[in-house]
Nanobody, 124 residues
Framework: VQLQASGGGLVEAGDSLKLSCAAS????????MAWFRQAPGKEREFVAV???????YYQDSVKGRFTISRDNAKNTVYLQMNSLEPEDTAVYYC???????????????????WGQGTLVTVSS
């Protein structure tokens, strides 16, 4: 299984970015796909998740600004990030897995597959 994340970059506060994560070797349609992020000196944290049925969940700090979506035909998950803030600066990782415990899909320990990360830097 490979997850290839892309789309990061340097933007100014208030700008938008769209991250993509292409999966290969994973049975994508039934998979739960998520985005996590890790800021310098901090632990990796949950950002957003989309289940096989399209249900989505977000970290409180990104609700209303970020949107996770998936295209099963392209085996790709996206993270549209609007109104970016300097506090969103981090390396963003996509993660995926099947058969995950629904009550624990915000936990990074649940995910067996991870992408390499893409850096998002938001300047003030």
């Amino acid at each position: 299984v490979q997850l290839q994340a892309s789309g990061g970059g340097l933007v100014e506060a208030g700008d938008s970015l769209k991250l993509s994560c292409a999966a290969s070797g994973l049975t994508f349609r039934p998979a739960t796909m998520a985005w996590f992020r890790q800021a310098p000196g901090k632990e990796r944290e949950f950002v957003a998740v989309i289940r096989y049925n399209g249900h989505t969940y977000y970290q409180d700090s990104v609700k209303g600004r970020f949107t996770i979506s998936r295209d099963n035909a392209k085996n790709t998950v996206y993270l549209q990030m609007n109104s970016l803030e300097p506090e969103d600066t981090a390396v963003y990782y996509c993660a995926g897995g099947t058969g995950l415990i629904a009550s624990s899909i915000r936990s990074r320990a649940q995910y067996p597959y991870w992408g390499q990360g893409t850096l998002v830097t938001v300047s003030s």
